[in-house]
């Protein structure tokens, strides 16, 4: 004899976000580090901007720590407006 | 944020931020992929990741972003849809292929089941309790009764976990992490009031451990919740290292029979008439025997040495979390007898339950600025507490005769949340 049964999955409705335009160059570009406070990870960052800044004249970079992975990170459209283009860290 | 982004993480969490990130909505968000882990490596080997993600960084910040990949973000199955099967055998072996499960055996969630446990909420089917990370999806009064049909519920269970549900989903609560950490903590539904003996919740012997259906299937059913609703798969939405017994169910009574104090839902500011709900982002219980002291400060000195180790979560996360201590009914009388009030016994092991602060700088998760400012972070000696405030350390009475107490780190970055329970049937 056949059953029904329900589905228990949960349905998402976070519609479709926009990525912001991507930059044609880094040239000029002031670059965020948001880091998470993972271990190494800000070690990780500091010199992916330094290579960066090896091929790229890019003028400088911009620091934002949260203090925990666990945490959201506070002030991000101000931030925003400190930087150009943002390399978070990490997922580990 | 509205500038161009890349999100570095390690091979090992490429399925958690392909998932999130379809789950908010950005399913082509750039990722630079680096080998795992980088955590406990050395300089050499951080600048040899570093320069492994330069080429995937530009490009990510520079190219166009890759098409959107197609597919909703729900996985598994459909919300709300029926299936029908065969018979039972293929209905069970479908849900268990599709990880629906905890992997147990359960009660199919027919149609007929369902509507009975909605009805034991007193609310409507559609109503929206909560929106369970990673998934981000609604817990719909339907979803949560669907799972809380598997766990082996009875309808009358319902506004338990509704209420633990709200308290999951208070920001404070840091349901996301929780969820998806690679630490074993699980979500501890702690239940205080009347409300413990109208259901039969037990808080007796074994108020920890199996063999009492409320317990069982309301802590079951929350983690069916957690799983089949907001994602937590292990391995996917769920990256815990190991897990935990805890997370296959985690529901406590209080044993306010036995309590020389106020009742745990009054220390949390509520009525003494109400019943509550709390939820604790617990590791698994953690025994304290002590069959010898006959004092309030040398037992609570044995307690107070069970907190101290550096190894949990909230040795390193000191001033943002919180714990609970599980009393056994002896050792708290034998505690009150002394005296002290529940504050007392908070104030005592805040000041006792401390790190030194150089046995906690190996753990490295420290830095600079982690460090609360009681603590002078350049005196190795200086001793560390393990909550910033001794109200953070919550006290309930549990259990059955014996000389036997429980403490339960958290993940320590999230703050256990009480709501009241509110039956509408």
Known sequence: MSITVLSPVGINRVGSQPLAPRLGALDGVTLGILNNSKPNSLELQRHLVELLGRYHPVTGAVTKQKPSAAIGAEGLDAYAKEVGAVITAIGD | MGVPTVTICTEAFIGLAREESKNLGMPNLPLAIIKHPIGGESLAVIRQRAEDALAQVVRGLTGEPAARPAGAASAGAPANERFTFADEDEALESFHARRLTDGLPFVLPTPERVQAMIAGSGRSAGEVIAIVPPRWAEATVENIAINAVMAGCRPQYMPVLIAAL?????????????????????????????????????????????????????????????????????????????????????????????????????????????????????????????????????????????????????????????????????????????????????????????????????????????????????????????????????????????????FVPTFGTSKSVTRKIEVRA
């Not at chain 2, 590791?283 to 107070?304: F, Q, Y």
């Not at chain 2, 009914?329 to 007392?344: F, L, Q, R, V, Y």
Request: net charge negative.
């Open chain 2, 166 to 406: 709200r308290a999951a989903a208070d920001p404070a609560f840091g349901l996301y992490s929780v969820q998806a950490t690679t630490h074993p903590c699980a979500v501890m539904v702690l239940v205080s009031g009347t409300i413990v003996d109208e259901l039969g919740l037990n808080f007796r012997h074994g108020a920890l451990g199996p063999g009492f259906r409320p317990n069982a299937s309301i802590g079951r059913a929350m983690r069916l919740v957690l799983v089949n609703v907001g994602g937590g798969i292990p391995g996917e939405g769920d990256q815990a290292t190991h897990g935990s017994p805890a997370k296959f169910s985690y529901c406590v009574a209080e044993n306010e029979a036995a309590t020389p104090w106020e009742p745990f839902r009054v220390t949390r500011g509520f009525a003494r008439g109400d019943s509550t709900v709390t939820v604790f982002s617990g590791e698994g219980p953690h025994n304290i025997n002590d069959h010898v002291c006959t004092s309030a400060e040398t037992t609570l000195t044995v307690v107070a040495d069970t907190m101290t180790t550096i190894g949990h979560n909230n040795a390193g996360s000191v001033v943002r979390g919180d714990v609970l201590v599980a009393f056994g009914p002896e050792h708290a009388h034998t505690i009150a007898s002394g005296g002290m009030s529940k504050s007392d016994v908070q104030k005592f092991l805040y000041e006792r339950a401390r790190n030194k602060v150089g046995l906690l700088k190996l753990r490295a998760m420290y830095k600079a600025e982690n460090w609360p400012d009681c603590v002078d972070q350049h005196d190795d000696e200086a001793l560390c507490p393990i909550v910033g405030r001794p109200e953070d350390i919550h006290i309930v009475v549990t259990g059955g005769p014996g000389k036997h107490s429980a």
